[in-house]
């Protein structure tokens, strides 16, 4: 009901639970199912399965359900660019500084606001811990990611470690199923970090533009 009245009036998350109370006062709504709500209204009331904020979630919940980590949903892993050349033209390629193999796609990043006080130990309390806002992002030293295909391996049966690059094994960054805190002070659960140091930036464009004048 109240996700419904978000949807149809616009209404706020707390708006909405509030006027529901109003008609209902026994209403109650479990944490988990009201942290659920703020992120459906984050993604405007609508279910996006490609933005960040439900990528994040997912592997929060992931988290949670496989403590053992002993198999991972495929769905769960972005498609190793290397495999598949597609992405749309806009997406910025990152590709390991040393020997230059693909890594991910700018689609795969999982941006966060720069942390700060209480938010940026929200974790601790088990509390929502992402709120991907557009922003500076000068503080953080590093990319946090989704995992791709590429990372299987290592991240299996472990809790974290490291992230080597799959054809030079160059350290790239490293994982932690628990989290781990950004440069910028901000928590992020699971953490897939990727130190943009070790990473180049190359635009799909400028690639086919090369390709383009060697004919
Ligand atoms: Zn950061
Ligand atoms: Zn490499």
Not at 171 to 200: E, M
């Amino acid at each position: 009901m109240t996700a419904f009245l978000m949807k149809t009036d616009q209404l706020t998350f707390e708006k909405a639970y509030e006027n529901l109370q109003t008609i209902q006062p026994e209403a109650r709504m479990n944490e988990g199912f009201e942290w659920q709500l703020k992120l459906y209204q984050l993604m405007g009331c609508e279910v996006d399965t490609c933005s960040a904020i439900y990528k994040q979630y997912r592997l929060q919940k992931v988290t949670e359900k496989y403590p053992e980590l002993q198999s991972l949903p495929q769905e769960l892993f972005a498609v190793d660019p290397t495999v598949v050349s597609q992405g749309s033209k806009e997406e910025v390629l990152y590709k390991c500084r040393k020997c230059r193999r693909s890594l991910f796609r700018s689609s795969s990043i999982l941006d966060h606001n720069e942390g700060s006080g209480s938010i940026a130990f929200a974790h601790k309390r088990r509390a929502p811990s992402l709120v991907p806002v557009m922003g500076s992002r000068a503080q953080c030293t590093s990319y946090f990611i989704e995992p791709v295909q590429w990372m299987e391996p290592a991240l299996l049966g472990v809790m974290d470690g490291q992230l080597l690059c799959p054809k030079c094994n160059a350290k790239l960054g490293s994982f932690n199923w628990y989290g781990d805190q950004c440069s910028c002070g901000r928590w992020i659960t699971p953490a897939f970090q990727i130190h943009k140091n070790r990473v180049d930036e190359t635009k799909a464009l400028l690639v086919l533009g090369s390709q383009t004048r060697k004919m």
